[in-house]
């Protein structure tokens, strides 16, 4: 038996005028490749709003490294949080600036207070957590 279900959507002409605009302009090859997308999003949007939940989050962090104390801020950081910073990757940018990526996995909680913690480190010109997943609960 198929894994796959089919189902019929009513729209609004505009809608979905527009919807189609943008799948093209994204490159789904299709309306169902489009639908997915959008529900998996929503769904690991869902996730993070669980506290207990085990989850992936990607923390990029811009600096200049010259920065006085910064770069041993955020590695002490990273020291406290050994148990959910699964991976790091320091990229020299230029001979100032520095790109950190910082992969963490656990409780959805653990995750923001880390993140959070590395993002108001003090002259961090830019830093973003992206709320990723495991994909364990997803198709
Ligand atoms: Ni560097």
Redesign the pocket.
């Known amino acids: 038996m198929s894994r796959v279900s089919r189902f019929g959507v009513s729209l609004e002409k505009e809608l979905l005028k527009r919807f189609d605009a943008y799948i093209k302009k994204l490159g789904f090859k299709n309306r169902s490749e489009a639908i997915r997308n959008l529900i998996r999003h929503r769904l690991v949007e869902e996730e993070w709003k669980e506290e207990k939940k085990e989850s992936v989050g990607i923390v990029g962090l811009v600096y200049d490294?010259h920065r006085r104390e910064l770069q041993e801020k955020l590695t002490d950081i990273q020291h406290e949080h050994l148990s959910i910073i699964i991976a790091s990757m320091?990229?020299?940018?230029d001979e100032h600036?520095?790109l950190e990526v910082i992969v963490l996995k656990g409780k959805v909680d653990l995750i923001k207070k880390t993140a959070d913690q590395l993002l108001a480190t003090r002259n961090v010109k830019y830093g973003k957590l992206i709320m990723a997943t495991t994909g364990a609960n997803l198709v």
């Open positions: 490294h320091h990229v020299h940018l600036n520095c």
